[in-house]
Nanobody
Framework: QVQLVESGGGLVQAGDSLRLSCAAS????????MGWFRQTPGKEREFVALISWTGRSVNYADSVKGRFTISRDNAKNTVYLQMNSLKPEDTAVYFC??????????????????WGQGTQVTVSS
């Protein structure tokens, strides 16, 4: 029983940065792996990044590796996605998701148990 709320999206120019936040409710947040996904119209949700419950293991999609950084603060029940050097192709609705398997490195959307409503990120040329 986890509720997730994303924030931090907006309209920026190519090369700019944004920091997305995902605030979670529930006493078990710290035991969940957390992921970020994104989706454009007519396409399936795409994996972006994940972090294990300890924060010691992370994984990134090749398309964002070296530009995006995922982190978490379990004391604040919050996960972050720092996005640097943004490109127009990064434009999407970004979702955070929780996986009850805290050590999981799962990159498929269907494996996640809880989802936020999403926040829009738009990057102009």
């Amino acid at each position: 029983q986890v509720q997730l709320v994303e924030s931090g999206g907006g309209l920026v120019q190519a090369g700019d940065s944004l920091r997305l936040s995902c605030a979670a409710s529930g006493r078990t947040f710290s035991s969940y792996a957390m992921g970020w996904f994104r989706q454009t119209p007519g396409k399936e949700r795409e994996f972006v990044a994940l972090i294990s419950w300890t924060g010691r293991s992370v994984n990134y999609a090749d398309s964002v590796k070296g530009r995006f950084t995922i982190s978490r603060d379990n004391a604040k029940n919050t996960v972050y996605l720092q996005m640097n050097s943004l490109k127009p192709e990064d434009t999407a609705v970004y979702f955070c998701a929780a996986n009850r398997r805290g050590s999981s490195l799962e990159v498929l959307a269907h494996a996640y148990d809880y989802w936020g409503q999403g926040t829009q990120v738009t990057v102009s040329s």
